[in-house]
């Protein structure tokens, strides 16, 4: 049945996109909203100590990790080649203006701070690559197919080939910068409002009471007359004088302004927990021993750098080895240098390492950064077995 009336179509009201724009288009200007009213941006980010020191704590760690190149024999095991012409761009010099360390910390950084990661465009000559180049944020973009997620790239408009762009991704596809956005909204807060208290001379506001039937303009001689007395720099410790029967009330601290020390504390740790980084390395000392510290420096590298150890070389295999050249060689981060005790303690676990034939003298001399020596690649315990001699 066909209705013989047509009504009239209601216009739809279109409104604006920069009327309520998205979050995505907030970040494009710098900053984003927060529930405490503060617009959080990457660069407002960083000025908080605990947001720019968890950052820089995880770039700068991955950059002064010693990288090398790994070749995969057929048995599966792995020995160190330094013939890859990659190797040089990740050990000496990226490009011919960037060091190698500098191009992994920004590359981390932009993963840590921003939605779309780090990205740099692989520059090849006959296939092999020959410089790495990290262009300004947002010059590289990528768009992903909505079924397989499959990514493209473009330089300033141009297509790039998929295999041409290093792309350090962040997990949940949002920075962890992004994530903690009401968190360090929270931390700016606080700490703007202890410039303010203390740029006051940290002193409690208070209250002039005036007996009744004083007029207007005698108010306001008195106020005028406490003001340049007792405000202003200089002023602390001045006797008040009050005259006409006027009374002095200071505002008492409330229970919120006694633990704003342990809220700014708190925050600290909530930053801490979006980067997953031990307060500790954020100097939050207030639990903090010999013990707790250690174990904490071991969790950092198991749950927080790992994690992205393990993604950045993905992304680099990904992206400076052909996919001939990808089952045999793979980029590693030597994660030593992050669990490296004291001399002494080294010393007494290479020494008990080799006493139980797990280590070779040459295998733990390696582990010194020293030269290996004739006949220390045989497995013997020097407690119980005579050095051979030179015939032997």
């Known amino acids: 049945m066909i209705w013989p009336f047509k009504t009239k179509p209601q216009p739809v009201e279109q409104k604006s996109g920069l009327a309520e724009p ?123 197919d909505q079924l397989t997620r499959e990514p493209s790239y473009r330089l300033q408009g141009n297509l790039l080939a998929a295999r041409d762009v290093l792309h350090l991704r962040s997990p949940f596809g949002r920075s962890p910068l992004s994530l903690a956005r009401e968190a360090i909204g929270l931390a700016i807060v606080m700490e703007r409002h202890a410039a303010r208290l203390f740029g006051r001379g940290a002193k409690p506001s208070g209250a002039l009471s005036f007996p009744k039937g004083m007029g207007e303009e005698a108010v306001k001689r008195m106020r005028a007359a406490w003001r340049s007395v007792h405000e202003g720099d200089d002023t602390g ?44 390395m954020l100097f939050h000392l207030d639990r903090a021993t010999w013990s707790n510290t250690e174990q904490m420096g071991r969790e950092f590298l198991s749950y927080c750098l790992e994690p992205w150890l393990v993604a950045l070389e993905g992304a680099l295999r990904q992206a400076l080895f052909t996919p001939e050249e990808r089952p045999f060689w793979r980029v590693h981060f030597d994660r030593d240098d992050l669990t490296r005790a004291d001399l002494t303690t080294r010393a007494t676990a290479i020494n008990s390492l080799i006493a139980s034939r797990v280590l070779s003298p040459n295998e733990g001399r390696a582990w010194l950064d020293l030269e290996p020596y004739a006949g220390g690649e045989q497995f013997l315990n020097p407690n119980i077995s005579e050095a051979p001699n030179g015939s032997e």
């Open 22 to 144: 998205d979050s995505w288009l907030l970040e494009m200007f710098g900053s984003a909203p927060t529930q405490s009213g503060v617009p959080v941006g990457v660069e407002t980010a960083l000025r908080v100590p605990a947001v720019n020191s968890a950052i820089r704590v995880i770039s700068e760690a991955v950059a002064t990790l010693d990288v090398e190149i790994r070749r995969i024999g057929a048995d599966g095991r792995e020995t160190p080649d330094t013939t890859h012409p990659a190797l040089s761009l990740l050990k000496h010099e990226a490009n011919d203006f960037t060091p190698a360390p500098d191009f992994i910390r920004n590359l981390v950084i932009d993963a840590l701070a921003y939605d779309p990661g780090g990205m740099a465009w692989v520059n090849r000559v006959n296939g092999r690559p020959i410089e790495l180049i990290h262009y300004t944020r947002g010059s590289i973009t990528v768009e992903y």
């Open 237 to 280: 410790g001045r006797t008040a004088i009050l005259y006409d029967g006027a009374e002095f009330q200071a505002f008492q601290l409330t229970s919120t302004d006694a633990q704003f020390l342990e809220n700014r504390k708190f925050a600290i740790e909530e930053i801490a927990r979006a980067f997953r980084v031990p307060p500790s």
